[in-house]
DNA sequence: GGCGTTATGTTGACGGTGTCAAGATAACAA
DNA sequence: TTGTTATCTTGACACCGTCAACATAACGCC
């Protein structure tokens, strides 16, 4: 029996998930409607809501997978790091990542999820994993070249809302320009590792 | 004749301005929709299209006026600081400013607007404006004590990025929690600061 | 004052959305 | 074979932004 007529879809889960990071990269998370992902995914309207709770849930699942990507990310970096870990080349990648893939970025850390809302359990797992390793990696590399009583922790927080702010101003278009990116961060870090020890 | 019972509001510009304000803080932007607002201003559904284009219009006028707020900040900082601009000063009330209106924010630096929507030409003027005179503040400020070859208009996109990205951080509720946030800003202007010469 | 023009406000309608309820179908376990 | 359960369906509801057509009032000109 051809897959197209059969009454039970079989692999749903994944082709929704699927076809929704295909909607998200054609029309944004605004394009993104239950309706046109199922009719995309050759379903009925509501068969999703057998896959996923709500839109909520369904938009936490894509942006727990884009963190699994930036988690690798951060990973490599730390591994291919050693005891000199190059900064300016995790913020490229970094940049690279948030640039190439603004949905799924603004599906991480926008406000539909985080604000409007309401991250899933798994979500907020996997996000501070991120975080936290990445503040982890950042330590190691400050350690002992910081003025006395500084909180390694606010580095690290510090550091990581000027790539975060640098990401949002260029993906939606406020004062910093896609050519720009480069020279800002490069300045950026610069600014940062003037200030080490 | 009452007021109630007139064909014509009279003020409908100002009084849907103003009602879509008291919306966005009560609902965010998601909750504030034209039928909402319109039955707020006591009148029909359709009535707020002679006064705005569209919703994008709608917000894009919000948006200029909390513009306008920022800039106001930003003016009495300049004029107040002399030749001692406190930057530690004016990132504190940034932070107050957006946090204490993070509907506000929203609307002027996010992607409801930049992306999904398209910012007014009024809009765009004055929120390049406000982004020019705060980069000629820091430059006065940096200038003479940057490293050789550094352009002041990187560091003001990196400095607006930084502060830029821990309102959002905190706003939605990410990484940095509000109680962090005084700690996190003051450890980002001394890093900015032990760069300086 | 009368009268046309224009600004402003109204109802009706259309296509879109998320999601619930009730029923159909198939897979699976006993 | 016979329940039980997972999956998928249609129908419905309440919202949403916005267009078209029409009603009312204000304003300027004779």
């Not at 009719?39 to 057998?50: I, K």
């Amino acid at each position: 029996m051809p897959k197209a007529e059969r009454y039970h879809h079989g692999d749903l889960h994944d082709t929704l998930l699927q076809e929704a990071n295909a909607l998200l990269n054609e029309q944004g998370v605004e394009g993104l409607s239950l309706r046109k992902l199922a009719e995309r995914a050759g379903v009925s309207r509501t068969a999703p809501y057998h896959h996923f709770r709500d839109k909520n849930a369904l938009l936490c699942a894509l942006a727990t997978q884009a963190f699994a990507e930036l988690d690798s990310i951060i990973e490599r970096q730390l591994e291919s790091a050693g005891d000199h870990p190059d900064i300016q080349n995790f913020v490229i990648e970094y940049l690279e990542f948030a640039t190439e893939n603004p949905e799924q970025y603004e599906l991480m850390f926008g406000r539909t999820i985080w604000k409007s809302g309401t991250p899933t359990e798994e979500l907020k797992r996997v996000a501070y994993r991120s975080f936290r390793r990445y503040a982890e990696g950042l330590g190691a590399l400050v350690q002992g070249r910081l003025p006395a009583a500084t909180d390694p922790l606010r580095v690290a927080q510090a550091s990581w809302a000027t790539i975060h702010g640098l990401c949002r101003l260029v993906i939606d278009g406020v004062y910093v320009d896609r050519e720009d990116m480069q020279a800002v961060s490069q300045q950026a870090v610069a600014l940062i590792m003037a200030a080490l020890k």
